[in-house]
């Protein structure tokens, strides 16, 4: 997003802070990108947000009260990035979710992850019963490697048409744009690919 941090701005880990504290939220917490996308940044804090999120009586369910506060009511659609864990955090995001997206490296030992992602979604539909699979999403793809393929095969013949048909492809350029603090550009076949998934997941979630 291209975001460089102030020493004023506030980050996600500081609005889960004011959730489990009880504070209120303050006024125009959102950045706004250069491709017009409100987003809340994070840093490497974040890594505290577990530690936060316990002393809530209600651990799981702090980022479900978060979101449920006036400033978020006026989106229609919000996406919560986390990280491939499966943490205290990662499950206030899947209770907070009416679904889930999966990303999957198109590699076997994240193949073999996803039924602990799948166990874990299960579990948290105990506590959000309207959380559902919104699909998979390949990542870091080699169309000319046999692992790649394979990988792809196995998630198709296990979950069908919930595997979005567009990979998103290993490139460099990715890396690059991390360093740059930029956005991947809608013009290249990267960004193309990643315009193809939030296509489909505007159709079917927003």
Do not use: H
């Not at 595997?163 to 809608?186: L, N, Y």
């Amino acid at each position: 997003m291209g975001w460089e941090q102030t020493g004023q701005d506030l980050t996600a880990n500081d609005l889960i802070y004011f959730a489990a504290s009880g504070r209120p939220l303050p006024e125009n917490f959102a950045q706004v990108s250069a491709e017009g996308i409100d987003y809340i940044p994070a840093n490497r804090l974040l890594a505290s947000a577990v530690s936060i999120l316990g002393t809530d009586p209600d651990s799981q369910g702090v980022l479900a009260r978060l979101l449920k506060e006036p400033p978020f009511q006026t989106y229609d659609c919000i996406l919560i990035d986390c990280k491939p864990s499966l943490d205290l955090l990662v499950t206030n995001a899947l209770a907070a979710s009416d679904s889930v997206l999966v990303p999957v490296q198109a590699e076997l030992f994240a193949l073999t992850a996803v039924g602990e992602v799948m166990e874990t979604v299960r579990r948290t539909k105990a506590y959000n019963p309207r959380l559902e699979v919104e699909g998979f999403l390949l990542t870091m793809y080699r169309s000319q490697t046999t692992m790649s393929r394979e990988v792809r095969q196995a998630l198709e013949q296990s979950f069908g048409e919930a595997v979005f048909p567009t990979p998103i492809s290993f490139s460099a350029e990715a890396g690059k744009s991390t360093a740059r603090q930029e956005s991947i550009s809608a013009n290249q076949k990267l960004g193309q690919e990643y315009m193809d998934a939030a296509r489909r997941i505007e159709r079917r979630s927003c």
